[in-house]
């Protein structure tokens, strides 16, 4: 993997101070009186430039608060950049402590070393490539290989912006955008604050199984990144070549160039290793391994007189029973009137795109095996029925909660979607009821799974015990 | 009785068969001067008569060719394992390539760990694809097995002891009921029951993507593997208990 770019050295007696003005950023980010560079930690023939904005603001663009709250047990600095970056200069950078995901002082020195260059005795990594490796347009961090990302944004070459300072600014916010042939660092969706917050999805890698490595040093994403960019070297074996020689002997489309070439290699840098890590910190926060009714709920909101109505009628017909309630889209749980268990999915899946939320929520409900699953008004509970509902039908009883949003609109969409496969659905009012039955012509038999608030605790006991839940 | 049993299968694939077969003739030779006794199987699944023509020769070849009429590659794998007597058994598909060391490397695998499941080190996409996904080994530390309720780390394109595909046979395919992945679900039963999912290093499958390919067809349905074990929390629980 190449991606050092060498563009323009700086004159070692300048101090490379015309670099101080080139960069892009807020100059009012940063209080230079306040927060100077550590003068004594940065190269001799650059401590003059210790207080210019510059450097200061380099070093809070690279900053991951979250990253470095991490490595130095201070929650409270996770979502706050100047906080962060103050701390870092008062007390982290002194401790080792790396105030940026992207920056890796092995890595640096590493490919400072290719250059000629070294990092003097008593003088910081990190400080010296704020100074010197910026200006060298020197990649310190295995996770954005500059030829690959140059050769997918080829308008970069030509900007007035240094690819990495791009990738660091904007880039690694985007949602899906990869800086290496490993993919997008662990993207999912970025949080709409993500960028004020300089909270990138690759922080979720690098601090992927923290427990497990020094962060100041490595960590889970640049350990896979460098054992899979191992493993493409090795294709490169005179016996690797000669495989695929041979098997390019008798196909030769194996052995046309990649237009666009994607590596991905489990347990490191495959798309749903964090996915999995969210449904395992759900399953491990959740405890209980069965359920007898799982309710999908978006949460943040009443439960309403139909999903209400319907806990009665459950809890009624099936005492013993024990209920999961999960919240999809906000973590306060609505009183159902029964005792419930709940579950949130909400925060854990944070970041995660619609499909992956849904795989959540799927693990979930497969999971603990339940005989009935009721969908209330979550978008995501939903969509789990439209997508999964047949082959959900085969393991458990279907069935829903069905009232006008907010505005009065009815749920049209999701009972066209979803209703043959319901064994029963409750509605608001008695008039939703009726006005869904003569919108869909809907034969009596059909009718008769639509259950009304006022009707539930006779008829739904009778629906539900009546064997249209044997799953 | 054979050390191996190499078994092709086909259907469509025409002439594209025949670079598959040659792969595994080739694969077969390796392993044959290597002194493994191998029995090489050809099993065609309602096959075209282009795919047919294709192996119109095979029995010249040293194999034995079986017609079966399942539309569905899990019973027709199973099939091909109940027409197979080796220790071993390593499938390839009818429009797929192996290296020509996988027989050798991956039988020295298994015959190593009888328990193991060997799998290629890199499945090597071309065609319509051209990526490259290098596979787990169960046995890194890395490795979290939860992944297999998220997603499919491997493919039934590997080298399994034979009981492996007796105790744990391919489920049918009923996409109309919601139910595909079959190999997936091989591996979540073969993984419960104690196989130990390995790669042998130095080893490719060269897979061809195709938008009509099965797997395309079952991403586009929105199926899922049929219940298993590893699904259920209870049996994570009890994991996490003993461990």
């Known amino acids: ?471 | 009785m054979a050390d191996v049993a190499a078994i092709i299968t086909g259907h469509a694939e025409g002439v594209m068969a025949g670079l598959s077969f040659r792969s595994l003739l080739d694969a077969v030779e390796v392993a044959r001067a290597g002194g493994l006794e191998v029995d090489v199987l050809v099993v065609l699944d309602n096959p075209t008569e282009a795919t047919r023509a294709v192996f119109a020769e095979a029995e010249s070849r040293g194999a034995t060719v079986a017609e079966v009429s399942y539309a569905d590659q899990g019973k027709v794998r199973n099939s091909a394992v109940e027409l197979s007597t080796a220790d071993n058994v390593a499938f390839l598909d009818g429009d797929d390539l192996w290296s020509e060391n996988w027989l050798a490397e991956a039988h020295r695998l298994c015959v190593t760990e009888p328990a193991a499941i060997a799998h290629p080190e890199l499945n090597w996409f071309f065609g319509g694809q051209q990526n490259l996904y290098f596979l787990p080994d169960q046995t890194d530390p890395a490795f979290d097995p939860a992944l297999l309720r998220i997603a499919n780390p491997w493919d039934a394109l590997c080298m399994a002891p034979r009981r492996a595909y007796l105790e744990h046979p391919f489920t049918a395919r009923a996409v109309s009921e919601g139910y595909a992945y079959e190999d997936w679900h091989w591996n979540l039963e073969t993984f419960a029951a104690g196989f130990v999912h390995r790669v042998v290093p130095g080893t490719i499958h060269f897979k061809r993507r195709r938008e009509g390919s099965q797997y395309v067809q079952a991403r586009a349905s929105s199926v899922l593997t049929r219940p298993s074990d590893l699904l259920d929390y209870a049996w994570w629980a009890e994991r996490d208990r003993v461990r």
Not at chain 1, 300 to 322: I, K, Q, R, V, Y
Not at chain 1, 342 to 371: F, I, K, N, S
């Open chain 1, 1 to 471: 993997m190449r991606s050092i770019r060498r563009r323009r050295r700086p004159d070692p007696g300048s101090g490379a101070a015309a670099s101080d003005h080139l960069d892009n950023g807020d100059p009012g980010a940063w209080s230079a009186t306040a927060d100077s560079l550590p003068r004594e930690l940065l190269p001799a023939d650059h401590r003059h430039r210790a207080e210019r904005p510059a450097l200061a603001r380099r070093l809070r663009q690279v900053a991951h608060p979250r990253f470095y709250a991490a490595q130095v047990g201070e929650p409270a600095l996770a979502g706050d950049v100047d906080a962060a970056t103050a701390h870092f200069l008062a007390t982290g950078l002194a401790a080792g402590a790396r105030i940026s995901g992207l920056f890796n002082p092995d890595v640096y020195r590493e490919r400072l070393a290719a250059r000629g260059i070294a990092v003097a005795p008593g003088v910081d990594p990190f400080l010296h490539w704020l100074t010197v490796g910026w200006d060298e347009r020197l990649v310190p961090t295995v996770l954005f290989d500059e030829d690959f990302y140059l050769a997918r944004h080829p308008d970069l070459a030509n900007g007035p912006e240094w690819a990495f300072a791009q990738y660091v600014r904007a880039g690694c916010y985007a949602p899906g955008r990869s800086p290496t042939h490993f993919g997008p660092n662990y993207g999912g969706v970025p949080a709409p604050d993500a960028r004020e917050r300089q909270d990138p999805p690759l922080v979720d890698g690098l601090l992927h199984r923290a427990g497990d490595y020094d962060l100041t040093r490595t960590s889970w994403l640049e350990e896979g990144v460098v054992r899979g960019a191992g493993k493409l070297a090795a294709l490169a074996s005179p016996q690797m070549q000669a495989l695929v020689a041979k098997a390019a002997a008798i196909e030769p489309m194996i052995a046309e160039p990649p237009r666009e070439r994607w590596v991905s290699w489990p347990p490191h840098t495959h798309p749903m290793l964090l996915p999995t890590a969210h449904a395992e910190d759900v399953r491990r926060q959740l405890g209980l391994v069965r359920a007898d009714t799982v309710v999908v709920v978006p949460g943040g909101t009443e439960a309403g007189a139909g999903l209400t109505a319907a806990a009665a009628a459950l809890h009624e017909a099936e005492p013993g029973s024990n209920v999961l309630v999960v919240t999809t889209d906000d973590p306060r749980q609505p009183d159902l009137g029964i005792k419930a268990e709940t579950v949130d999915l909400r925060v854990p899946w944070t970041g995660a795109t619609e499909h992956r939320r849904l795989l959540g929520l799927l693990d979930l409900v497969r999971g603990v095996r339940p005989r009935r699953l009721v969908v209330a008004g979550s978008a995501l509970g939903w969509r789990l029925l439209s997508s999964y509902g047949t082959t959900l039908g085969n393991e458990m009883s279907l069935a829903a909660v069905l009232a006008p949003s907010a505005d009065g609109e009815l749920p049209v969409d999701d009972f066209q979607g979803c209703f043959d496969l319901l064994d029963w659905a409750v509605t608001d009012t008695e008039a939703l009821r009726e006005e869904l039955c003569a919108r869909y012509l809907l034969a009596e038999a059909a009718c008769a799974r639509l259950v009304s608030v006022a009707a539930c605790a006779t008829t739904l006991p009778e629906l539900v015990l009546g064997g249209g839940d044997d799953g």
